[in-house]
């Protein structure tokens, strides 16, 4: 099935995000409905088993509590990080969370979600804020629908709030494109090719590339001398030709690259 979307300069965040969900080929959109469903089951799940064992409930919450407000903001963004890999169908062991970790994220995201500064009551018994809020989304029109759509939904509208979240964290002072080393993983990925002439002089020495000799090819497909690619992507993580973006293993940074992929992806 073609889907035959368009946006306009106008278009809000989760306007693109929904055009790039929806410019996967067929096969593609199939994989990641059944992905998003499939996490979407396991937070609820998970979160359903902090509210239903107080001891497990309480462990989280005094994690949550001993981490300071930069580790608060970087577990949330890791959290971010994995709605994002979802979206782009590229999951990322490089910021894979752990399961304790992976449990006071969500019960951090649920805390943020629940929370309204005009009801809430002080101090808040998150216990009953979480659960409350919870059900009320379980018996919703959208909670209780058959179709795959809210769950869809519920991931564009969270992702959608990344690159606010990042502005915030970061005062405005996010690195800059290319800023940031090249992760580990993506190096070691890279193909070994023959360079066969055509490729002319590595951009980062100037030399030639002579022909039969093993060089590194990006994903963009420039090729570099391989001791000259390494020096580079140690310390960026662009193509020094056309500035094609490789991974990072700096979080707030990856949150920046894959955002950037979906909102190209979405017209944006």
């Given at each position: 099935?073609?889907?035959h ?33 499939t996490?979407?089951r ?9 509210l ?26 890791r ?10 169908l ?22 943020c979600?629940?929370y ?19 059900l ?11 179709t ?33 080393a ?10 070994s090719?023959?360079?066969?002439g ?71």
């Amino acid at each position: 099935m073609d889907h035959h979307f368009t946006t306009s300069s106008s278009s809000s965040p989760s306007d693109n995000l929904m055009v790039a969900i929806l410019s996967h080929p067929p096969r593609s959109f199939s994989s990641l409905i059944s992905s998003l469903s499939t996490d979407h089951r396991f937070i609820r799940s998970r979160l359903a088993f902090l509210l239903l064992s107080p001891p497990h409930f309480s462990f989280a919450l005094a994690r949550l509590h001993s981490l300071s407000l930069c580790e608060k903001s970087l577990l949330l963004a890791r959290l971010l990080l994995h709605y994002l890999n979802l979206l782009l169908l590229s999951p990322s062991p490089s910021h894979r969370l752990r399961l304790l970790d992976f449990d006071a994220a969500i019960l951090l995201m649920a805390m943020c979600d629940s929370y309204s500064p005009n009801t809430s009551p002080s101090p808040v018994n998150w216990h009953s804020t979480i659960t409350t809020h919870l059900l009320t989304s379980l018996l919703s029109p959208s909670g209780l629908g058959s179709t795959s759509w809210p769950v869809v939904s519920h991931y564009v509208d969270t992702a959608a709030k990344c690159r606010r979240f990042l502005h915030v964290v970061s005062g405005g002072t996010v690195k800059s494109v290319g800023e940031m080393a090249t992760s580990s993983a993506a190096v070691v990925s890279l193909p070994s090719v023959e360079s066969r002439g055509e490729s002319g002089d590595c951009v980062v020495c100037k030399e030639e590339m002579e022909t039969g000799r093993d060089v590194c090819e990006l994903p963009c497909g420039h090729r570099f001398h391989w001791s000259c690619a390494l020096q580079w992507l140690g310390r960026k993580n662009t193509c020094p030709c056309c500035r094609y973006e490789l991974p990072t293993e700096d979080v707030y940074g990856e949150m920046g690259r894959l955002w950037r992929k979906l909102m190209r992806m979405g017209g944006g």
